[in-house]
């Protein structure tokens, strides 16, 4: 009995430090060595076991998986910051905007490219927000429409690969990364083609709402439409081609591949002249940043983790999780649940190092898949960033929105959305049922 009580203190008792707005990675740590010292002093954790502590650690940083994660940062954040990104977002845009929906088709083809080249939601959602909503509500779109597309399209890269969520989430469910890309490519196509397909409704229904570009807009770039495709649109369609067939075809691990994509993205920057010293700076400082994040939430949640099953933690978690009405469907919709209330408060790293690990003994012992269920997991979350009141895709859209857009339509706008995320989660359900 000692984890159904202990368990759930210490769970509680690190919510409430994150919570405070304490650094996550500090709070898991601090949870782990106040609980340690309590279950010491109560006689029922042995303080031996933070003799491992060292060798995980060190385990933390040679882990060669996670190694991808800088990689596709920094080749996201080249890509992003050489304007590479943005000369491929207008180019599609002036090559689909002739038609009704065309704008909105290409933000969400190349939000979902960039999203998954960059793997941060903030950052994609940022520059979609940035780059894509002047043009939209220039040329007339509805702006709860431009509004929930870019917030959308922002949030592809959690399922499509090469993604940064699916790398952590296949180190801490312990697959295959490789096999996770392969089984979220048909999801991610998926709800791609969703939104895509509500954008061509509204051109029969709503044609008013998502116009095409002004006659002035097409005449100004008819003259220099193909050199732009040649130059701006098909290396950076190339490089992810690249990256991902070497991943699908076996030649290459996903780290390899994700050294690759950062060479490829310098080396299709400097093509494009627009590879400075300032650049390269600034990518490996965004870099460093969000990796230092990773490594010390990795270390916090290791020793969280520690002492959460020196004290039966897990055991209380498999016991709760597995012991639900309804077996395999209670789990799941369970842990979809939770997953959706806390990607309202905390972020995708923080809940894929606190939660996902406690996640996988009961899935085992239910027979279910642990790939299909790393997918489901990713989608959850993006639906779950997408979701008024407190998603937080909708935050980052809101702080590039001029202040006389109301947060409201950026609620409005992304409903259809969310509809439509809901749909292929609860496919995603019945997928990761036991075989």
Do not use: H
């Not at 304007?83 to 002739?98: K, Q, V, W």
């Not at 960059?118 to 909503?133: E, Q």
């Not at 789990?331 to 190092?353: K, M, R, S, T």
Request: charged share 10%; no cysteine; glycine share 12%.
């Amino acid at each position: 009995m000692t984890g159904a009580v202990w368990g759930p203190l210490m769970f509680l008792g690190a919510l409430a430090f994150i919570f405070t707005g304490y650094p996550v990675a500090f709070a898991l740590a601090g949870t782990a060595l106040l609980f340690a010292v309590l279950g010491s002093m109560a006689g029922v954790f042995d303080m031996i076991l933070l003799t491992a502590l060292p060798q995980r650690t060190f385990g933390t940083m040679s882990n060669y998986t996670l190694l991808a994660v800088p990689f596709f940062i920094f080749m996201g954040t080249i890509l992003e910051k050489s304007r590479l990104a943005e000369d491929l977002l207008e180019t599609i845009g002036l090559l689909f905007g002739r038609f009704r929906g065309g704008l909105a088709m290409g933000v969400i083809f190349v939000g979902a490219l960039l999203a998954a080249a960059t793997g941060v939601v903030g950052a994609s959602v940022t520059a979609m927000g940035l780059i894509s909503l002047p043009v939209m509500l220039r040329n007339g779109y509805k702006r709860e429409v431009a509004l929930g597309t870019i917030a959308a399209a922002g949030t592809l890269g959690q399922i499509i690969p090469p993604s940064i969520v699916l790398i952590v989430l296949g180190d801490q469910l312990g697959v295959s990364v490789g096999d996770l890309f392969r089984a979220a490519l048909v999801p991610g196509l998926v709800l791609t083609g969703g939104y895509a397909l509500y954008i061509v409704v509204l051109t029969f229904v709503r044609p008013a709402s998502v116009p095409a570009l002004t006659q002035e807009a097409r005449d100004a770039a008819e003259g220099q439409l193909l050199r732009r495709v040649i130059l701006s649109m098909l290396p950076p369609l190339i490089l992810i081609g690249v990256v991902l067939g070497s991943i699908f075809a076996g030649v290459a691990t996903p780290t390899e591949a994700g050294a690759l994509g950062a060479l490829g993205a310098m080396a299709l920057a400097a093509l494009n002249r627009t590879l400075t010293a300032e650049v390269v700076r600034d990518a490996a400082d965004s870099t460093t940043r969000l990796t230092i994040m990773v490594i010390f939430l990795l270390i916090g949640s290791t020793a969280f983790a520690l002492v959460f099953r020196g004290l039966d933690g897990d055991v209380w978690i498999a016991d709760l999780l597995t012991g639900l009405p309804g077996g395999w469907l209670g789990y799941l919709l369970a842990v979809n649940l939770l997953v959706f209330l806390l990607g309202f408060f905390i972020d995708f790293f923080e809940i894929a190092f606190i939660i996902v690990p406690l996640l996988v003994a009961p899935a085992a012992t239910l027979g279910l898949d642990l790939v299909a269920l790393g997918i489901m997991l990713a989608v959850n979350l993006q639906t779950s960033f997408l979701t008024p009141p407190f998603g937080f895709s909708l935050f980052y859209l809101r702080g590039v929105t001029p202040p006389d857009v109301p947060t409201t339509a950026i609620y409005r706008g992304a409903i259809p959305f969310i509809v439509i995320q809901v749909v292929v989660l609860a496919g995603l359900v019945w997928m990761a049922r036991p075989v």
